[in-house]
T-cell receptor
Framework: ETGVTQTPRHLVMGMTNKKSLKCEQH?????MYWYKQSAKKPLELMFV???????ENNSVPSRFSPECPNSSHLFLHLHTLQPEDSALYLC??????????????FGSGTQLSVL | QKEVEQNSGPLSVPEGAIASLNCTYS??????FFWYRQYSGKSPELIMF????GDKEDGRFTAQLNKASQYVSLLIRDSQPSDSATYLC????????????FGTGTRLTIIP
């Protein structure tokens, strides 16, 4: 248990569905992240929030929409996804956002399949 | 050129032997280096970090950093079957702002 909780663990959705991924951290951290992990590819940073403000968006398609209502909660809203969006989506937190020595604590991930 | 490069493996090591995992990086300004372990179907877990040239030991794990040659390695002594996992190298690269860049990972299998 890392102190970062993600739900759901598994999600299957059609291309016309709308769903949301949820992440909650109990570590008192100020920064939260969404990463995408696909087979044989490095972890891809999608979004970074620091104290509830988005500080980085790595050119992610608009069908992915993040929301950070407070420093403990992070959502990823999904709509009209494509099959190539099928991947493991990981939430992470750190004390601050990408300071030189910041260590990431990951949630258990949501395995997403888009049909 | 990949920013952080790792051999994808699989790397097979007999139980009790030393497993050696290597990682090279392209940004000479990188300042901090991390090793994450990821079991199949699980999320990455930080196991080692190193900031200075040389060796850093923690139990059976030793991280080695050589900034001149731009590589970082992880040694696992007395390898156990429970060490079988994918090991991700991550480097804090300074491309205008600090950014953590991951390699693709090396899959390690410890053979009993």
């Amino acid at each position: 248990e890392t102190g970062v909780t993600q739900t759901p663990r598994h999600l299957v959705m059609g291309m016309t569905n709308k769903k949301s991924l949820k992440c909650e951290q109990h570590l008192g951290h100020n920064a939260m992240y969404w990463y995408k992990q696909s087979a044989k590819k490095p972890l891809e940073l999608m979004f970074v929030y620091s104290l509830e403000e988005r500080v980085e968006n790595n050119s992610v398609p608009s069908r992915f929409s993040p929301e950070c209502p407070n420093s403990s909660h992070l959502f990823l809203h999904l709509h009209t996804l494509q099959p190539e969006d099928s991947a493991l989506y990981l939430c992470a937190s750190s004390r601050e956002s990408f300071g030189t020595n910041e260590k990431l604590f990951f949630g258990s991930g949501t395995q997403l399949s888009v049909l | 050129q990949k920013e952080v490069e790792q051999n994808s493996g699989p790397l097979s090591v007999p139980e009790g032997a030393i497993a050696s995992l290597n990682c090279t990086y392209s940004d000479r300004g990188s300042q901090s280096f991390f090793w994450y372990r990821q079991y199949s179907g699980k999320s990455p877990e930080l196991i080692m970090f190193i900031y200075s040239n040389g060796d850093k030991e923690d139990g059976r794990f030793t991280a080695q950093l050589n900034k001149a040659s731009q590589y970082v390695s992880l040694l696992i002594r007395d390898s156990q079957p429970s060490d079988s996992a994918t090991y991700l190298c991550a480097v804090n690269s300074n491309f205008g702002n600090e950014k953590l860049t991951f390699g693709t990972g090396t899959r390690l299998t410890i053979i009993p």
